[in-house]
């Protein structure tokens, strides 16, 4: 059953923290953050999120901002939401963050759901901070969000501008009002935290079978890396280019087929040919089109999270080749991309 007011708790504010927490906190939850000192200025006020789809600024209020993982000790949250990205888990100061909550959190039964994906890294957040997988879930945001003056950042029609520019995070909603997906498993939990997502009764959480949830999050990969040798130049120019389009839909078969994915990961990679991956790329921008498919992309996976992108691939390779399996075009996807890189 969903808590009554349940205490949340956002490690990082960055646009999906933020976007995360409003959707929570129009649910009734009572949101906590966890920043660097540095952010504690910018989240002195009530933050404004500009939504493309109707132009409208809402506003983020009345929640705590903590900076030091010591003063956590003893307190129990209903979910912890760790926004960090996979590379960011893996630094130095990221394992360093993850065995702090650990130390502070692993023992009080709160739940955290990791919202970076990858190969590994499910495991690398439960070796660092101790969590039990009964208390460990996956999910990420299915919502598009940036901060509003980042370097490279989406921009809106100038009809838009000034409202946009007024605010300090931008979100597009897709047109099923999913804003959230996750691994249904620890089930319990999992179906606590849809419940309680879903009450903001603008977006909802749908849960999807953790295998499904893996592999659909890992084969999103190679998109990105085809669109950076690309060029960033649209879904169009991107489909056209049919050879690299083609090593792009043969590497996400190869990663769905992985061992990892069992028989749900072989049936996939039958039912994603190339015309139903064209099919669904150009839906997807479609859906997109207030913000723009390819220009999120190029904000976010092809600049703050591109380490997280490339990591999951090389992870992808690496579990391929323990398995006797040499994912070919997965390889070919990485060295074009380097080459470019020089």
């Known amino acids: 059953m969903t808590p009554a007011q349940p205490h949340i708790l956002v490690v990082g504010a960055g646009a999906l923290g933020l976007t995360c927490a409003y959707h929570l906190r129009l649910a009734g939850a009572q949101i906590?953050?966890?920043?660097?000192?540095?952010?504690?200025?910018?989240?002195?006020?009530?933050?404004?999120?500009?939504?493309?789809?109707?132009?409208?600024?809402?506003?983020?209020?009345?929640?705590?901002?903590?900076?030091?993982?010591?003063?956590?000790?003893?307190?129990?949250?209903?979910?912890?939401?760790?926004?960090?990205?996979?590379?960011?888990?893996?630094?130095?100061?990221?394992?360093?963050t993850l065995r702090a909550l650990g130390a502070a959190l692993a023992d009080t039964g709160s739940n955290l759901l990791i919202c970076g994906v990858g190969i590994g890294l499910y495991e690398h957040v439960q070796a660092a901070t101790g969590f039990d997988?009964?208390?460990?879930?996956?999910?990420?945001?299915?919502?598009?969000?940036?901060?509003?003056?980042?370097?490279?950042?989406?921009?809106?029609?100038?009809?838009?501008?000034?409202?946009?520019?007024?605010?300090?995070?931008?979100?597009?909603?897709?047109?099923?009002?999913?804003g959230f997906i996750m691994a249904s498993r620890p089930r319990a939990a999992a179906k606590v935290f849809a419940e309680l997502y879903g009450r903001s009764g603008v977006s909802s959480c749908r849960l999807l079978p953790a295998t499904v949830y893996s592999?659909?999050?890992?084969?999103?990969?190679?998109?990105?890396?085809?669109?950076?040798?690309?060029?960033?130049?649209?879904?169009?120019?991107?489909?056209?280019?049919?050879?690299?389009?083609?090593?792009?839909?043969?590497s996400q078969r190869e990663i769905l087929r992985l061992k990892r994915y069992g028989l749900v990961g072989k049936l996939l990679a039958l039912l994603m040919t190339d015309a139903a991956l064209e099919k669904k790329m150009r839906e997807t921008d479609r859906d997109a089109g207030p913000m723009g498919y390819t220009a999120f992309n190029r904000f976010h996976h092809g600049g703050k999270v591109l380490a997280q992108n490339l990591q999951i691939l090389a992870n992808c390779v690496a579990t391929g080749e323990r398995a006797g399996r040499e994912l070919r075009a997965t390889r070919s996807l990485l060295q074009r991309f380097r080459e470019q890189r020089g």
């Open 215 to 250: 592999a659909t999050t890992s084969m999103f990969s190679p998109l990105i890396l085809d669109s950076q040798i690309n060029g960033w130049r649209g879904t169009e120019s991107l489909l056209a280019d049919r050879e690299l389009w083609q090593l792009c839909c043969r």
């Open 133 to 178: 997988t009964q208390h460990l879930l996956q999910g990420t945001m299915k919502i598009f969000a940036y901060q509003v003056g980042a370097p490279d950042a989406p921009r809106p029609p100038d009809t838009q501008a000034q409202a946009h520019d007024s605010a300090d995070i931008a979100y597009l909603s897709f047109p099923d009002h999913v």
């Open 32 to 96: 906590s953050f966890l920043v660097r000192p540095h952010r504690v200025a910018a989240l002195s006020r009530p933050q404004t999120l500009f939504h493309c789809n109707d132009h409208g600024l809402n506003t983020l209020a009345d929640y705590r901002v903590l900076t030091d993982t010591a003063k956590l000790k003893g307190q129990r949250f209903d979910f912890v939401l760790l926004t960090l990205d996979g590379a960011t888990c893996r630094s130095e100061q990221g394992v360093a």
